[in-house]
């Protein structure tokens, strides 16, 4: 493949080819099938978003019927459990669900335009939904699965007790995995105790997004100069040396550092979709035509690739 066909827009002849010819609806992985007929499938038919909604497939073969003959833009199933999902009446649970979307992580270090991805930035999306899956699995969480979704990777979490949560208890979920908030510690206490818990889990990710911040690019809520004045410290804080930090920073600069790091980790994954308990996602199986490439149902994150695993024919060849 030459970088002009990797993550392209697909043409319309090019998405019927791919559903005609390689579709296969035993990429759907059996925690979608099991209860394929209590999920509400969508389907985006002329490129304008998922305006087909409330669809209900008894069997998996009527769904692969549907697929193929309608050779959809996208198509999208329930994280959300319904007893009747052409009404999305009979509420039953909803998975749990991170959404890191290249084309949105607030620090990247490529040059892609808005709304674009590269092989760069897809490999940082993985690097962040790995740094969740840890922090996910540190609370005792372990049914978790891994999707690729064309252009970014979805963690899904599946364990019984999560299912049946409000979207309360999902934002403080997701607060935390993301080290959204400064721990609440003051004065010479924050930033020494940091082995344990959520003090650990925000130390992580400041480290994360310092090590990330670009000191010729803008970020929303961080001033040039606060940025600046923590890019000159990065060093310091990898080595763990934060009493150097804070001896250097005036304390109400670092407070304002770590409030607004604490904003960008929060822009790391789109919230609203983790808090969502009726959200539709891309169906893994499909294309995402916006890049040429296949929402896949990840085996092992650690070895995928997406430009092995998720690359369709007409692309390959």
Not at 169 to 193: D, S
Not at 295 to 310: G, H, L, Q, R, V
Request: proline share 4%; with cysteine; glycine share 4%.
């Amino acid at each position: 493949m030459t970088e002009d066909q990797l993550l392209r827009m697909a043409t319309r002849e090019e998405i019927r080819q791919f559903y005609h010819e390689e579709y296969k609806t035993r990429e759907i992985p059996k925690y979608i099938t099991k209860n394929i007929h209590r999920r509400e499938f969508a389907f985006d038919r002329i490129g304008k978003g998922p305006r087909d909604r409330f669809n209900q497939f008894r069997e998996l073969k009527y769904l692969e019927r549907t697929i193929k003959a309608k050779a959809p833009f996208a198509a999208y199933s329930s994280v959300a459990l319904y007893d009747d999902p052409t009404k999305r009446s009979g509420w039953d649970g909803a998975e749990m669900v991170f959404d890191v979307d290249a084309k949105d992580i607030p620090i990247r270090t490529c040059n892609c335009k808005q709304g674009e991805v590269c092989p760069e930035c897809l490999e940082q999306a993985k690097e962040i939904i790995l740094l969740i899956r840890d922090n996910i699995q540190e609370l005792g969480y372990k049914n978790i699965h891994y999707v690729y979704s064309g252009r970014g990777y979805h963690l899904r979490i599946q364990d019984p007790e999560l299912l049946q949560t409000n979207s309360n208890f999902r934002t403080e979920l997701v607060n935390y995995v993301l080290g959204a908030e400064v721990p609440e510690l003051t004065g010479e206490l924050q930033h020494f105790i940091i082995p344990f818990g959520y003090s650990k889990i925000y130390t992580n990710w400041f480290k994360y997004t310092i090590n990330h911040l670009d000191k010729n690019k803008k970020y929303p809520g961080f001033s040039k100069n606060l940025k600046n004045d923590i890019i000159k410290r990065k060093e310091l804080v990898n080595k763990n040396q934060w009493g150097l930090v804070r001896g250097e920073i005036k304390p109400t600069r670092y407070d304002k550092i770590t409030r607004s790091i604490a904003g960008i980790h929060k822009e790391l994954c789109d919230t609203k979709v983790s808090i969502d308990l009726k959200r539709i996602l891309r169906l893994p199986s499909t294309l995402h035509y916006k890049v040429s490439m296949k929402c896949t149902a990840i085996k092992n994150i650690e070895t995928f690739d997406p430009f092995d695993d998720a690359v369709p024919n007409f692309i390959a060849k």
